[in-house]
């Protein structure tokens, strides 16, 4: 059917034809009002949002905003040039989103509670008893007004560390960047930081170097410098930094460093100060040349440089042109008593059993138990300090050169006593831990040692002997040393003959015998039939360091080492101890504020065999005896005396109830050398010898 329209037939508003009014139903469909309904649900269905109709009428503006990439004006590597919109786009959304995140950062950090890097305390050492040492007064620290600090070493301060301190915002933006790469590179984010990242870093954060506690330091610098003065935050940090000797704030540091209040320092030692917190380890220029050159070179360049940031004249700058040399040592901390030695013993024991640093210590807060016995101390230094005396009083000549060392250390490893020197102040180094003269005749023991314990071989290729006390050597004064092939000879092509004491010879003389009376030829050539290899070995798995022994030559068992007296008295306890031997050790026990910190503790080692340990502790008792024969039978005591070929040395070393102690009277003069010097009778003679009376009175053997 079809419907023919005329051409001049024209539709108006009152005429319309609508084709869905005829209502033509088709087969299988809806028709009527039912059909119009479902037609218009699909008009709507498909009819875009407002989101998508906004997005459309936008849509050619952002096509003629968008960048083509690739650039289709360009040729070759050119078209992926990003162009100088897409450079400028992109570091515009970079800042945005930095300057979002930093602000972020900034709101959500708080200043934290000061650390313990600023709360410092003293380290107690305590006697074996449990009473209380010494208190070292190296971490006392005393904070200073700033106004009570010179300018000028306030200046030289921040010359040396952070020359626009009063005009940056708390942060160095290029400071931080370099120690950012030096962490993604080497791991190292040293460099960078203002005095008041400086200043968060010691009262706030931990001192771990990584880039998580470099941004948290740069955030609260950020914010302490809006709400901290710069002169607060200038007085905080010269208060908290550390110089090194244990010192933390500037008083003291001038303290510990010129003996004087901060008040008292110029220019001059204020740019020495400073110097310091580049790391005293490194410009403390009393520890080593290479220190002192640095410290020079940087106390030079601060001075220069507070000239140029306008904080010292030309005129006043030429006034300094020799280095303030600090003092020595630091007053806070010497006393001159003994218990200066034994708080140097027990410290470096410390340090190393227990793993820490010196920064880590001198925070301080530590209670060191210590080995030392109160008595036993008090007795050794008094019968030291009276032989002193008398060889002051009659022979003041050689007296000056004179050298005393002693030590008393148990069977189980603990050093009990030492002496180490008249004054600490004006003897530093410690006596009795000195690895400086030979051990003469002293030695023998663990020649005999280790003779009994490995045997001996008197052909190349012959079986190994056992040796008993009652082995019978040679003690003649001039018989040659052998080998198996024939007698032994010296690099100037002599052949090695033995030197007795005073040229007395013996004839054939047991083992036993020969150590009771100190003979030297039976046990240089026991050394040789053992092995100087064995022998070295025995001694020092007895106690004796190998640094400390002497060369692999005939003369190694007369006595050529050069033992400490802790040394000697440790490696005379192992035969005590049945043969086992305990490293020397000074602290038994370690705590921190109460806590208790893991402290290494030697364990026991054989040496030898028990039954070698009590043949050497027989022959010592036969020597202490033979030496005293008015000594009761029932003294168990065991010792032996010392003397070497150039009487440069003079021992004692002798063991009472478990307990083995060294005395050592030598002479140096450290003015001059390091080389010994003959006695000239200053340790007394063979029947009045200074080392035994020593050793006699301060142990008290017989009760």
Not at 195 to 209: A, E, G, S, W
Not at 259 to 272: H, Q, T, W, Y
Not at 495 to 517: E, F, M, W
Request: net charge positive.
């Amino acid at each position: 059917m079809q419907l023919k329209v005329p051409a001049s037939f024209r539709a108006d508003e009152t005429m319309q034809l609508r084709v869905a009014d005829l209502e033509i139903p088709e087969a299988g469909k809806p028709s009527g009002r039912r059909a119009r309904t479902s037609r218009l649900d699909r008009k709507k269905e498909l009819r875009p949002s407002p989101a998508r109709r906004l997005a459309g009428a936008l849509a050619p503006y952002a096509r003629r905003l968008r960048p083509a990439y690739p650039r289709p004006d360009r040729d070759g590597w050119r078209r992926w040039a990003p162009s100088w919109r897409q450079w400028a786009g992109a570091a515009l959304a970079g800042t945005g989103v930095t300057v979002v995140f930093l602000g972020i950062a900034y709101a959500a950090t708080d200043i934290p509670d000061l650390n313990s890097y600023a709360k410092q305390q003293d380290n107690v050492f305590f006697w074996a008893s449990g009473t209380p040492m010494a208190r070292t007064g190296w971490v006392q620290r005393q904070d200073m007004p700033l106004k009570d600090v010179p300018e000028d070493v306030r200046y030289a301060v921040i010359a040396a560390e952070n020359a626009s301190f009063y005009s940056d915002p708390g942060i160095s933006l290029k400071g931080i960047s370099r120690a950012l790469l030096r962490t993604v590179g080497s791991g190292d984010t040293q460099g960078g930081s203002t005095i008041t990242q400086q200043y968060v870093k010691n009262v706030y954060l931990n001192q771990d170097q990584t880039v998580s506690r470099k941004f948290t330091e740069a955030m609260i610098a950020l914010k302490l410098d809006n709400q901290m003065s710069k002169d607060d935050i200038l007085q905080g940090y010269l208060n908290t930094s550390w110089f090194g000797r244990g010192t933390y704030g500037i008083q003291r540091a001038a303290q510990a460093y010129y003996g004087k209040d901060v008040g008292e320092l110029n220019a001059s030692e204020g740019a020495m100060l400073a110097a310091l917190l580049k790391g005293a380890g490194l410009y403390d220029p009393t520890l080593s040349a290479a220190n002192h050159a640095r410290a020079v070179e940087r106390w030079k360049w601060i001075l220069d440089r507070m000239v140029d940031i306008g904080k010292l004249s030309k005129t006043e700058r030429a006034k300094y042109t020799k280095f303030p040399e600090p003092l020595k040592r630091n007053p806070l901390y010497d006393t001159g008593q003994q218990t200066d030695y034994l708080v140097e013993l027990a410290t470096s024991y410390v340090k190393k059993a227990a793993n820490i640093s010196d920064k880590e210590f001198d925070l301080g807060g530590y209670q060191i138990y210590t080995t030392f016995d109160k008595n036993r101390e008090t007795q050794l230094t008094d019968e030291v300090t009276k032989a002193r005396q008398k060889a002051q009083k009659d022979d003041p000549k050689n007296a000056k050169a004179a050298h005393y060392g002693a030590a008393s250390v148990g069977a189980d490893g603990q050093i009990l006593a030492v002496y180490g020197g008249p004054d600490h102040r004006t003897q530093g180094y410690n006596e009795s831990n000195a690895t400086t003269v030979p051990a003469g005749s002293a030695f023998q023991p663990f020649v005999y040692a280790a003779g009994l314990e490995h045997g001996v071989r008197k052909t190349r290729e012959g079986p190994v002997e056992q040796i008993s006390p009652q082995s019978l050597y040679d003690g003649n004064d001039g018989a040659l040393i052998k080998t198996p092939e024939g007698p032994y000879w010296d690099r100037s092509g002599k052949p090695v003959a033995v030197k007795n004491d005073k040229g007395r010879s013996y004839g054939t003389i047991s083992l036993r015998r020969a150590l009771a009376l100190g003979v030297n030829g039976p046990f240089m050539q026991l050394g040789m039939d053992t092995g100087l290899d064995k022998v070295r070995k025995t001694a020092e798995d007895s106690g004796l360091l190998s640094s400390s022994i002497g060369a692999m030559v005939p003369a190694l068992s007369t006595g050529s080492s050069t033992p400490s007296a802790i040394r000697m008295a440790s490696g005379y306890s192992t035969f005590a101890a049945g043969g086992t031997h305990t490293e020397p050790y000074s602290v038994r026990k370690l705590t921190r504020n109460g806590g208790q910190v893991e402290l290494a503790r030697p364990a026991a080692q054989r040496a030898m065999s028990e039954e070698v340990a009590g043949e050497v502790t027989d022959a010592l008792t036969d020597a202490y005896r033979a030496a005293n024969p008015s000594a009761p039978s029932s003294a168990k005591v065991a010792g032996k005396s010392g003397m070497t070929d150039k009487d440069t040395a003079a021992w004692y070393v002798g063991t009472a109830e478990k307990v083995s102690t060294a005395v050592v009277v030598y002479r140096i003069d450290l003015t001059k050398s390091l080389e010994p010097l003959p006695l000239e009778g200053i340790a007394g003679t063979t029947g009045d010898s200074v080392p035994y009376g020593i050793w006699s009175r301060a142990t008290s053997p017989l009760g």
